[in-house]
């Protein structure tokens, strides 16, 4: 089994780490075998929220298949995945995602100026139709912890229901996992032209 963390060559935070890496001979068996299967699949390695995760094995066995789901075979397309795990980042203040999911977001096509605009909390002007559907959809979930009735339908009439389903699954994913660096202060992994988000408002 190849480390566990790649975390030695993370820069430090402005937080000290509370949960960092465990060292491969402290893990108990549930553990090591959680880590094999996470490195086993698409992600290659026990990074992010899998290093505070780890503590609780099963949890994170289970909740790493619930995001492999969402990230690699859920019926949204993947520009409007990305930028919805953005705006969860964004909400959320998740330094670690933010870095990570950039990067993959203008891969995708999402402009430059829509990212930084999201950045600042401000509603994007330079949004692609499907993309303001995203915003639309997430940030009234987030905000009113559901959507209206005028938002589910553009959702169901552009996404299907699953797809629907599925973007509702991501935000709560990404929720779940935000939650999980904040409190364990995981650092970002360094990104080339990724700026860190600030503190909220402006």
Excluded: C
């Excluded at 949960?19 to 026990?46: M, N, S, Y």
């Excluded at 397309?77 to 964004?90: G, K, M």
């Amino acid at each position: 089994m190849t480390s566990v963390s790649q975390g030695a060559s993370r820069s430090p935070g402005p937080l000290a780490e509370r949960l960092p890496a465990l060292p491969l001979d402290a893990l108990d068996a549930e553990q090591r075998a959680a880590a094999e299967e996470l490195i086993a699949g698409p992600r290659k390695a026990v990074k992010g929220p899998f290093i505070a995760l780890l503590r609780s094995p099963r949890l994170m066995a289970r909740l790493q298949k619930v995001g492999e789901y969402l990230r690699f075979e859920s019926a949204l397309p993947r520009r409007a995945s990305e930028f919805a795990t953005l705006i969860v980042a964004r909400h959320w203040t998740q330094q670690f995602e933010w870095h990570v999911h950039v990067p993959l977001a203008l891969a995708e096509g999402t402009a430059p100026e829509t990212i930084e605009a999201l950045r600042e909390g401000r509603r994007p002007h330079t949004m692609s139709e499907e993309e303001a559907l995203v915003y639309d959809f997430t940030t009234e979930l987030l905000a009113h912890h559901g959507v209206a009735d005028r938002t589910f339908e553009r959702a169901r009439e552009a996404w299907g229901e699953r797809g629907l389903v599925d973007l509702v699954g991501l935000i709560g994913y990404f929720a779940a996992v935000s939650m999980v660096l904040n409190v364990a202060h995981t650092p970002p992994e360094p990104a080339p032209g990724v700026e860190p988000l600030p503190a909220l408002p402006l």
